[in-house]
Structure formats: structure tokens, C-alpha cells
């Protein structure tokens, strides 16, 4: 009987943890300005989207990349900018096939011309973009494109710099 109740507390336990599904956050652009201005750690803001084939291309090695440099505080945050049918079902769905653990938000926000130009002034919408902070060295550095993994690797080492 004992043997049978553990079984069953343990194949709960393994069910609730596989099942665990990532909670995807609505923010506004107010919020998502809060987070980069009271960022206390390294920071990466990645711009993408479910249907972006650039975007989707980069995220592993983005997450690569900012779990190797944990020990550094970096701090990787996937914003998600889907259509709002999208949400959250259809980022949930995405983030869990590809086994996304970095966490990831989603933009609640229609007009780029509003937003787009409080994370960057020369954003012109365009994605997959990235925004790099560091506000204890006053690093920024903001690109519009999609990155290569080395140019990830030498983004993060600027953002360490002088730290």
C-alpha cells in the first residue's frame, strides 16, 4: 500500500511538472519600458514573432547564449509581438514544441509607431530586433536585424564589459 501510494505521488508529481505550461505575460509598452529601466542585471530584449522565420532561427542560440552567461546575471526576455488571435494559445503552443524556457511576454500593443520608438528611435518595426542594456556600465546598443551566434557572442562580451 505504502509502495502504491508513493508510485502514485510520484507519477503526479512527473505529470504536473511535464504538464507545466510557461505563463505568458501581457504587458503594455509602459511595463516593458519599466523592466529595461529598473533592469538591475545585464539585460537582452529580443523583438520576435511566432511567424517569423529569422526570429524563430535565432531564439535557440539566444537561449544558449544567455544560459551560458547566467553565472553573469544576463538576463535574456523574449517579447513576443503576435497577432492577438496568437495569444496565448498559439505562443504557448509554439514555446512548448520548441522547449523555450527563457520567458517570454507578450507585447499587448497594435500601433509600432507608438511603441517602437520608446525601446529604440531608429526601430522602424522590422523584427527580429534586439535591444542589449547594461545600466550599471551605460551600455545600449540596439539592432534590427536577425544576429549570426557570433555576433550574439560579441554583443553579450560588450554588454559584460567593464563591468
Keep these: 500500500m505504502l509502495v502504491l501510494r508513493f508510485l502514485i505521488i510520484t ?26 529601466a529598473e533592469s538591475k542585471h545585464p539585460l537582452i530584449i ?15 542560440y539566444f537561449q544558449q547564449q544567455a544560459a551560458a ?13 503576435d497577432f492577438k488571435e496568437n495569444y496565448p494559445a498559439g505562443i504557448r503552443s ?7 524556457t527563457s520567458e517570454v511576454v507578450w507585447l ?11 525601446i529604440d528611435s531608429t526601430w522602424s518595426g522590422a523584427i527580429p530586433a534586439t535591444l542589449f542594456i547594461n545600466r550599471k556600465t551605460g551600455y545600449r546598443k540596439f539592432a534590427e536585424d536577425q544576429l549570426s551566434e557570433e555576433e550574439l557572442k560579441k554583443e553579450i562580451m560588450a554588454l559584460l564589459q567593464s563591468r
Design 11 to 36: 507519477v503526479g508529481f512527473f505529470m504536473a511538472v511535464a504538464g507545466k505550461a510557461q505563463v505568458i505575460r501581457r504587458v503594455k509598452i509602459k511595463e516593458l519600458e519599466t523592466i529595461i
Design 46 to 60: 529580443n523583438m520576435w514573432a511566432t511567424w517569423c522565420k529569422p526570429c524563430v532561427e535565432e531564439i535557440p
Design 69 to 81: 552567461h547566467k553565472g553573469d546575471s544576463v538576463q535574456l526576455l523574449l517579447v513576443s509581438l
Design 94 to 100: 509554439f514555446i512548448k514544441k520548441r522547449k523555450i
Design 108 to 118: 499587448d500593443e497594435t500601433n509600432a509607431d507608438y511603441f517602437c520608438p520608446k
